[in-house]
């Protein structure tokens, strides 16, 4: 959980000066949908990827390709499972306390508005960051199920 939050506001895992928190920081930017549980559909994978349904370390994945403008974390690598095992317990906060989401911080004019301009320069671009097959789903078949914590 510690490196999960520790990451969570690093701003190094960007190309372009954003962490995960510049947009979701206290419960901000989040959906209505992000209290519900994963896999279901986001905007964002949806609207930029195609992408019907996701699970919470693919939602993961998308965001570091798309408005943090870089590559996605190894599948089975250590900071996707503590960014996943963080997201989780926020998730299940804010699910206890649909209240609690806030208004987005990235709304128009905000760092993630629009069209990122740092993502002509991420060869990720426009690509599906889950289409590689995800190594510790291997078993079911499936992008995203199993995550080591």
């Known amino acids: 959980m510690a490196l999960g939050k520790k990451l969570f506001n690093d701003t190094s895992l960007s190309s372009n000066g954003l962490s995960c ?12 949908t992000f209290a519900k549980a ?18 919470l370390d693919e939602m993961i994945q998308i965001c570091m390709v798309q408005p943090m403008a870089t590559e ?4 089975s690598g ?3 499972a ?11 906060q804010l699910s206890e306390n649909p209240c609690a989401l806030k208004g987005s911080k990235c ?7 629009g069209k990122n301009p740092c993502a002509t320069k ?7 960051p889950c289409a590689a097959k995800n190594p510790c789903s291997a ?11």
């Open 139 to 149: 078993s079911n078949g499936r992008l995203g199920t199993d995550v080591a914590a």
């Open 82 to 92: 503590a960014l996943t095992q963080y997201m989780a317990s926020v998730q299940k």
């Open 107 to 113: 709304g128009a004019g905000g760092p993630c508005a």
């Open 21 to 32: 928190a510049t947009c979701h920081n206290d419960g901000a930017g989040y959906n209505a």
């Open 122 to 128: 991420n060869p990720c671009a426009g690509k599906n």
């Open 78 to 80: 250590e900071q996707l």
């Open 38 to 55: 994963y896999p279901h559909s986001v905007a964002m994978a949806k609207n930029i990827f195609g992408i019907e349904s996701v699970h």
């Open 72 to 75: 996605p974390l190894e599948w």
